[in-house]
């Protein structure tokens, strides 16, 4: 089975720096993209960053020059460090990865938990 477990989330100042992390786990045959959303109260959710498995990323505008994303791939795991948070910042943020997992033929997509960003005063 496969598992997605982040953790790095808590409560900052408008202004400070959280650094977010999700291992991938379980019977896995290949990774593909990797990321990151989030969705505050009362609102969907949306794309924070992605990166693939050769290291193209891609970012919401609304959190570019930022954050960065970032992946190890010998350890199935995946980065967010989050720079200059402001409180609309704050969400709940979900790891995500399409990738294939053995004895299946096809990618699929997998989600974590979610972990809690809080930027406040």
């Known amino acids: 089975q496969v598992q997605l477990v982040e953790s790095g989330g808590g409560l900052v100042q408008p202004g400070g720096s959280l650094r977010l992390s999700c291992a991938a786990s379980?019977?896995?045959?290949?990774?593909?993209?990797m990321g990151w959303y989030r969705q505050a109260p009362g609102k969907q959710r949306e794309l924070v960053a992605t990166?693939?498995?050769?290291?193209?990323?891609n970012y919401a505008d609304s959190v570019k020059g930022r954050f960065t994303i970032a992946r190890d791939n010998d350890k199935s795991t995946v980065y967010l460090q989050m720079n200059s948070l402001k409180p609309e910042d704050t969400a709940v943020y979900y790891c995500?990865?399409?990738?294939?997992?053995w004895g299946m033929g096809e990618a699929d997509d997998y989600w974590g938990q979610g972990t809690q960003v809080t930027v406040s005063s």
């Open positions: 995500t990865s399409t990738l294939v997992a």
């Open positions: 379980g019977l896995i045959a290949s990774i593909r993209t």
């Open positions: 990166i693939t498995s050769g290291g193209s990323t």
